[in-house]
């Protein structure tokens, strides 16, 4: 069994900086692809960033050059470092893990990882007020 907290949200202003993290917890294996995804309201859920197991990240065009994944393997924590942000980054921010042989490619996990698959955190809301 896997379960993943996030934390690390907040409410900042346009053009501030917030860190997300989401602790992992449960068994590991060789492949994986863990991510970060976001739900503004009366949207659709937008994959935003991902890493796999390779170390390969991937980015939505929307987030590219303002936001970095990163997983600290050693304390099981996976991060989203958000610069440069706007009102439009407002949402729930959910991370999510696909932890087994077939786990997806970075890219892939962006647009096919859905929420009957893998292990998916509660969220923490991010809120830029222009």
């Known amino acids: 069994q896997v379960h993943l907290v996030e934390s690390g949200g907040g409410s900042v202003q346009a053009g501030g900086s917030l860190r997300l993290s989401c602790a992992y917890h449960g068994y590991r294996f060789a492949t994986y692809s863990m991510g970060w995804f976001r739900q503004a309201s009366g949207k659709e859920r937008e994959g935003i960033a991902a890493?796999?197991?390779?170390?390969?990240?991937s980015y939505a065009d929307s987030v590219k050059g303002r936001f970095t994944i990163a997983l600290d393997e050693d304390k099981n924590i996976l991060y989203l470092q958000m610069t440069s942000l706007k009102p439009e980054d407002t949402a729930m921010y959910y991370c999510?893990?696909?932890?087994?042989?077939?786990?997806?490619?970075?890219?892939?996990?962006?647009?096919?990882?859905?929420?009957?698959?893998?292990?998916w955190g509660q969220g923490t809301q991010v809120t830029v007020s222009s």
């Open positions: 999510a893990a696909d932890i087994s042989p077939t786990a997806f490619e970075a890219y892939r996990f962006l647009t096919e990882m859905t929420h009957d698959l893998g292990y």
């Open positions: 890493i796999d197991s390779d170390g390969t990240s």
